[in-house]
């Protein structure tokens, strides 16, 4: 069984640009999670979905949004670059939030602002 | 929030040696889990403890949920347990998992 994947695997924009990353979660997941992963900061929680519906979401600006996909694929997005945006994204799928315990990461996407 | 706290923040070993990690979180939680990061960023679940102790090989955890602290031991340490490990936790019915800072661990040949 294939693993999360994210895509791109990195990526490098300007300040002000806009970007999109994907995750493709494990098949048979209906769960996706996002962190955001900084030098300065750690990991963070960006936001959580479950069939195509925001649950949960962290203290991050109005610039970085998502959304969950029939499919289970999701995708966020980071508008306005900011050099502080520059960071490892990581996503992570489980079957259902009641399955939190078998959840597995992706390999992350690795953003570089300019 | 709640806060994670992991210690000791570095960490040199020789092969072959032991170690112990530790985590001590602020409140009461409903999960605790362990990842190892290697060094191209990909984050592997070790272990889903939230009480109670697990051994896997040669790594084993154990928390302690009433006094708030959770253990990883790493026996007879190897090259490859190179990166950082996290101690992460949840509380409630969210997927919300809040991370500490990690502990990066050396072993050297």
């Not at chain 2, 154990?62 to 996290?86: H, W």
Request: proline content about 5%.
């Amino acid at each position: 069984k294939a693993g999360v994947t994210q895509t791109p695997r990195y990526l490098i924009k300007t300040r002000g640009q806009q970007v999109t990353l994907s995750c493709s979660p494990i098949s048979g997941h209906r769960s996706v999670s996002w962190y955001q992963q900084t030098p300065g900061q750690g990991l963070q929680f960006l936001f959580e979905y479950f069939s195509e519906t925001q649950r949960n979401k962290g203290n991050f600006p109005g610039r970085f949004s998502g959304r969950q996909f029939s499919n289970s694929r999701s995708e966020m997005n980071v508008s306005t670059l900011e050099l502080g945006d520059s960071a490892l994204y990581l996503c992570a799928s489980s079957l259902a939030p009641e399955f939190i315990e078998t959840q597995y990461f992706g390999p992350g996407t690795r953003l570089l602002v300019l | 929030g709640i806060q994670v706290e992991q210690s000791p923040p570095d960490l040199i070993l020789q092969e072959g040696a032991n170690s112990t990690l530790r985590c001590n979180f602020s409140d009461s939680v409903n999960n605790l889990q362990w990842f190892h990061q290697n060094p191209w960023g990909q984050l592997i679940n070790l272990f889903y403890i939230p009480s109670g102790t697990k051994q896997n090989g040669r790594l084993s955890a154990t928390t302690v949920a009433t006094e708030r602290y959770s253990l990883l031991y790493i026996s007879s340490s190897q090259t490859t347990d190179s990166g950082v490990y996290f101690c992460a936790v949840r509380q409630g019915g969210s997927e919300k998992l809040v991370f500490g800072k990690g502990t990066k661990l050396t072993v050297n040949p």
